[in-house]
């Protein structure tokens, strides 16, 4: 069966300091993978997303970055983390069909202090 | 680009009360609608979806029709039970593979 494995579950990172949150797709080959963040009164802000190994959509000018070095791995990164950058972000990942559902992982909350 | 408004919460009902959340959407061509839930301290999960016009998805005794004409996806439940207290979200996904979320209703069942 298919798993998503997202890590670290909380992070406290200080301003300015990088970032990289790392997500895995076990029991699927090629995945579509995707990066939102959940913010009270914003919903699910889709971020990334990725069809294939090197292929990265931005959907929202930021500080934040995405990479997809593996056909199952997915980074969430920064080089200087800002105040606004603190929230929930979820990796997702789907079939790469339209139809098909989209399944979280556990989420990592982050906090910039 | 590709668009979902759903109603704001909260939305608090009495047990056994009828529950009806709105959902709009701005989408080319013909995208694929779902409805998510995120239970209190879970993560997301399909709840239910319709692939096509005027399809019906339902589960757990929620249904929700895919109109075109109206370009809604309205989620519908007829006796709501405390344990559907949760934060629904409602999506679309097209032909460009990106999956675009409303912002969530949030929902306080009472006993």
């Known amino acids: 069966s298919q798993t998503i494995h997202q890590w670290p579950a909380t992070l406290v990172q200080p301003v300015g300091s990088p970032l990289s949150l790392e997500c895995t797709v076990e029991?699927?080959?090629?995945?579509?993978l995707y990066w939102y963040r959940q913010a009270a009164g914003r919903g699910l802000q889709l971020l990334f997303y990725s069809v294939g190994i090197g292929q990265i959509s931005s959907e929202v000018p930021q500080n934040l970055s995405a990479s997809r070095p593996q056909d199952r791995q997915f980074i969430l990164s920064s080089k200087k983390l800002l105040l606004s950058d603190s929230g929930f972000y979820l990796c997702?990942?789907?079939?790469?069909?339209?139809?098909?559902?989209?399944?979280f992982g556990q989420g990592t909350r982050l906090t910039v202090v | 680009g590709n668009s979902v408004t759903q109603m704001e919460g909260p939305v608090t009902l009495s047990e056994e009360a009828f529950l009806t959340i709105n959902c709009t959407y701005t989408a080319t061509g013909y995208p694929s609608l779902f409805w998510y839930v995120q239970y209190p301290g879970e993560g997301l999960q399909l709840l239910l979806k319709a692939t096509k016009a005027d399809d019906k998805g339902s589960n757990k005794g929620f249904e929700a029709t895919y109109r075109k004409e109206t370009t809604s996806f309205h989620l519908e439940k007829g006796s709501v039970q405390v344990s559907d207290s949760a934060v629904y979200f409602c999506?679309?996904?097209?032909?460009?593979?990106?999956?675009?979320f409303g912002k969530g209703t949030r929902l306080h069942i009472l006993p």
């Open positions: 029991g699927t080959s090629n995945p579509n």
């Open positions: 999506a679309l996904s097209g032909r460009d593979d990106k999956i675009i």
């Open positions: 997702a990942w789907t079939l790469g069909l339209s139809n098909t559902e989209a399944f």
